[in-house]
């Protein structure tokens, strides 16, 4: 049993064969039942991966998610690919330090 120590990317994990606790069936329901979240968690509360397998899902590789909840009967997800906008603002920040 392999831990995703400090892994934030979905592909990765999956990839790499790590442990992965299958939180498919709330993104499913947060596509389907909402209009706008703000993702307000403490710091290391798994934030990054979220949208991480927010972004592969909406780029439509349904490769990964196979054996989660999402791809099974029970969920009518369609696996097209949608645009997808991600901003990092870890990468602003380290870049304005070293202006």
Same mark, same amino acid.
């Given at each position: 049993?392999?831990?995703?120590?400090?892994?934030?990317?979905?592909?990765?994990?999956?990839?790499?064969?790590?442990?992965?606790?299958?939180?498919?069936?709330?993104?499913?329901?947060?596509?389907?039942?909402? =209009?706008?979240?703000?993702?307000?968690?403490?710091?290391?509360?798994?934030?990054?991966?979220?949208?991480?397998?927010?972004?592969?899902?909406?780029?439509?590789?349904? =490769?990964?998610? =196979?054996?989660?909840?999402?791809?099974? =009967?029970?969920?009518?997800?369609?696996?097209?690919?949608?645009?997808?906008?991600?901003?990092?603002?870890?990468?602003?920040?380290?870049?304005?330090?070293?202006?």
């Amino acid at each position: 049993m392999r831990l995703p120590i400090g892994i934030q990317s979905f592909r990765d994990i999956i990839e790499g064969g790590y442990v992965y606790a299958d939180k498919t069936q709330y993104i499913y329901r947060l596509i389907q039942d909402g =209009k706008y979240y703000f993702l307000s968690r403490p710091r290391r509360f798994g934030k990054s991966l979220l949208v991480d397998t927010m972004n592969e899902l909406f780029l439509g590789n349904h =490769k990964l998610f =196979k054996g989660l909840w999402i791809s099974g =009967k029970d969920a009518s997800y369609d696996f097209l690919s949608y645009p997808v906008l991600r901003s990092v603002s870890s990468i602003l920040i380290i870049l304005r330090m070293h202006l």
